[in-house]
């Protein structure tokens, strides 16, 4: 019995650690890459609306959100993800919703544009 208790503890501390440097990760990935300077107020409301709620994401955003990398994208989300706002919400839905939206704007970037 002691040594199952002894297990969970120690699963409870890895998690809880893991948690902290994953946090820790975010945020510094987020200030050596200058994440939130990259995009302008109206597209970081649209890409959160594409991904944490029901919308779309403008051409013009598209490219900001091209601009920003996947890399800043990613560490955005996940900080927005600690927050205890944002706890309830299902983790796979919205990693699903970030990848589509990328990928999305990926395609909407590399497309040609109509001739006028």
């Known amino acids: 019995m002691a040594i199952l208790n002894v297990y969970s503890a120690l699963v409870v501390l ?8 994953a ?50 994208h990613s560490a955005l989300v996940k900080r927005t993800l600690e927050n205890p706002l944002f706890k309830g919400l299902s983790l796979a839905t919205i990693i699903a919703k970030r990848i589509q939206t990328w990928n999305n704007c990926l395609a909407l970037i590399d497309s040609p544009s109509p001739s006028a």
């Open 14 to 21: 890895f998690l809880t650690c893991w948690a902290a440097m």
């Open 23 to 72: 946090m820790k990760e975010n945020d510094q990935i987020i200030k050596e890459n200058n994440c939130e300077t990259k995009m302008g107020l109206p597209c970081v409301l649209e890409a959160f609306t594409s991904i944490f709620e029901t919308g779309t994401i403008s051409n013009k955003c598209c490219g900001e959100l091209g601009r920003l990398g996947k890399v800043s």
